[in-house]
């Protein structure tokens, strides 16, 4: 419901135990509701919104989530926001709060931002530099540098209590006539306590050898660093340092893709044969910080359909990346189709609680002979 510049919405819901979206398994055994209040203005957003979340067996845990955020823009160049959450369930009470700031500058557009969470069994302090940088046309670069402070939490059944240093990157774009490139890169470390040292990264290739060939290849090279952490083995002796062996995974696609059209001119997706026609290629990614750009460290959204014009769909890569290659020359609709389910990525989906912003819909004109690059951002609920 809108009225002026508030837009309220609220709704009911109950899912019964064991449900299933064909052969996977769903959120279930929950019921409940949810209300949200959006205030917009030219310089101010905010919304805050409240969701109660009871088991339908009373088997399951019962959850109270309350949200809200804010952001001002100060002027043309600056602007500044923070989101605070707080969730209560039969395991406790946990909250975060997270602030930042915006900054148009000459290489581009820069965020600081600065976390806060604490659950009951642990505590995360982080503080991020993200920057999108001003590159020529059909290219992209983000760099990203976060130190996080971790305390007390549990991984893997591990105490865990350590400083972490990591640098990000990702960029890419149309390098050569027929070549484009897209990677990212990932470097972590301890700088203090214990912790898996580690690095990862991904090339994606795409060669248009000629008008009916075309290769396409992807490189993925993950490593986890060896460390000690202390295990913990009996509460009646002390913790015992415990080598924790490296691990490495890595892999290559290869794809050679062939086209061919004979008879009549070729007719471009949307269009008449013999029409004028470009390319569009883009990203659905995972936008971590809700700035709804992908910045350095964001992953993208794998094996997501991607619709165009309501007709014609492809998949998303690994990367999250996808391509219709011959679109005609005007004006066409993207849309991400997805379903909801739990936690993992399967076909077709996005992983809970991530959202597509303007549900997964964006206008874009194609030119002739032209690449015509999009991203398309998920988001969490703030």
Same mark, same amino acid.
């Given at each position: 419901?809108?009225?002026?510049?508030?837009?309220?919405?609220?709704?009911?819901?109950?899912?019964?135990?064991?449900?299933?979206?064909?052969?996977?398994?769903?959120?279930?055994?929950?019921?409940?509701?949810?209300?949200?209040?959006?205030?917009?203005?030219?310089?101010?957003?905010?919304?805050?919104?409240?969701?109660?979340? $009871?088991? %339908?067996? &009373?088997?399951?845990?019962?959850?109270?989530?309350?949200?809200?955020? !804010?952001?001002? *823009? +100060? =002027?043309?160049?600056?602007?500044?926001?923070?989101?605070?959450?707080?969730?209560?369930?039969?395991?406790?009470?946990?909250?975060?709060?997270?602030?930042?700031?915006?900054?148009?500058?000459?290489?581009?557009?820069?965020?600081?931002?600065?976390?806060?969470?604490?659950?009951?069994?642990?505590?995360?302090?982080?503080?991020?530099?993200?920057?999108?940088?001003?590159?020529?046309?059909?290219?992209?670069?983000?760099?990203?540098?976060?130190?996080?402070?971790?305390?007390?939490?549990?991984?893997?059944?591990?105490?865990?209590?350590?400083?972490?240093?990591?640098?990000?990157?990702?960029?890419?774009?149309?390098?050569?006539?027929?070549?484009?490139?897209?990677?990212?890169?990932?470097?972590? $470390?301890? %700088?203090? &306590?214990?912790?898996?040292?580690?690095?990862?990264?991904?090339?994606? !290739?795409?060669? *248009? +050898? =000629?008008?009916?060939?075309?290769?396409?290849?992807?490189?993925?090279?993950?490593?986890?660093?060896?460390?000690?952490?202390?295990?913990?083995?009996?509460?009646?002796?002390?913790?015992?340092?415990?080598?924790?062996?490296?691990?490495?995974?890595?892999?290559?696609?290869?794809?050679?893709?062939?086209?061919?059209?004979?008879?009549?001119?070729?007719?471009?997706?949307?269009?008449?044969?013999?029409?004028?026609?470009?390319?569009?290629?883009?990203?659905?990614?995972?936008?971590?910080?809700?700035?709804?750009?992908?910045?350095?460290?964001?992953?993208?959204?794998?094996?997501?359909?991607?619709?165009?014009?309501?007709?014609?769909?492809?998949?998303?890569?690994?990367?999250?990346?996808?391509?219709?290659? %011959?679109?005609?020359?005007?004006?066409?609709?993207?849309?991400?189709?997805?379903?909801?389910?739990?936690?993992?990525?399967?076909?077709?989906?996005?992983?809970?609680?991530?959202?597509?912003?303007?549900?997964?819909?964006?206008?874009?004109?194609?030119?002739?002979?032209?690449?015509?690059?999009?991203?398309?951002?998920?988001?969490?609920?703030?």
């Amino acid at each position: 419901m809108a009225q002026g510049r508030f837009l309220q919405n609220a709704g009911l819901f109950r899912i019964d135990p064991g449900m299933t979206w064909g052969n996977q398994l769903i959120s279930n055994d929950a019921q409940g509701g949810y209300y949200r209040l959006n205030y917009q203005s030219r310089q101010l957003l905010a919304d805050v919104g409240i969701d109660e979340v $009871r088991s %339908v067996s &009373g088997l399951g845990s019962n959850t109270t989530f309350l949200t809200g955020d !804010l952001r001002y *823009q +100060l =002027s043309r160049d600056w602007g500044a926001g923070g989101v605070a959450n707080a969730s209560h369930s039969d395991g406790g009470t946990s909250w975060s709060l997270q602030g930042f700031v915006d900054h148009s500058n000459a290489g581009g557009t820069g965020r600081a931002q600065a976390d806060f969470a604490q659950t009951p069994v642990g505590q995360d302090t982080a503080f991020t530099l993200n920057q999108s940088w001003s590159t020529p046309i059909g290219t992209r670069l983000s760099t990203s540098a976060s130190v996080e402070r971790i305390s007390g939490s549990l991984a893997n059944g591990l105490g865990q209590d350590s400083t972490v240093l990591s640098l990000a990157a990702y960029g890419g774009g149309q390098f050569a006539n027929g070549l484009g490139i897209e990677g990212n890169v990932r470097w972590a $470390r301890a %700088v203090q &306590g214990q912790e898996a040292p580690g690095v990862a990264a991904n090339v994606s !290739l795409t060669w *248009q +050898l =000629s008008p009916a060939w075309e290769l396409l290849a992807t490189y993925y090279d993950s490593r986890t660093g060896s460390w000690t952490p202390l295990l913990v083995e009996s509460p009646l002796t002390p913790p015992v340092a415990t080598l924790a062996p490296s691990l490495q995974e890595r892999g290559m696609f290869l794809t050679i893709r062939y086209r061919r059209a004979a008879g009549s001119h070729f007719a471009p997706l949307g269009g008449a044969p013999g029409a004028g026609s470009g390319e569009i290629a883009g990203r659905v990614f995972l936008d971590a910080n809700n700035n709804g750009r992908a910045d350095a460290g964001e992953i993208g959204a794998p094996n997501v359909t991607v619709v165009l014009d309501g007709r014609f769909s492809v998949q998303t890569d690994t990367n999250g990346r996808f391509v219709f290659p %011959v679109v005609a020359t005007e004006r066409h609709v993207i849309t991400v189709i997805t379903v909801v389910t739990v936690v993992t990525v399967v076909t077709d989906n996005l992983p809970l609680p991530w959202s597509l912003i303007n549900g997964g819909r964006a206008e874009i004109q194609v030119t002739t002979r032209d690449r015509t690059e999009v991203d398309i951002a998920a988001q969490r609920p703030r």
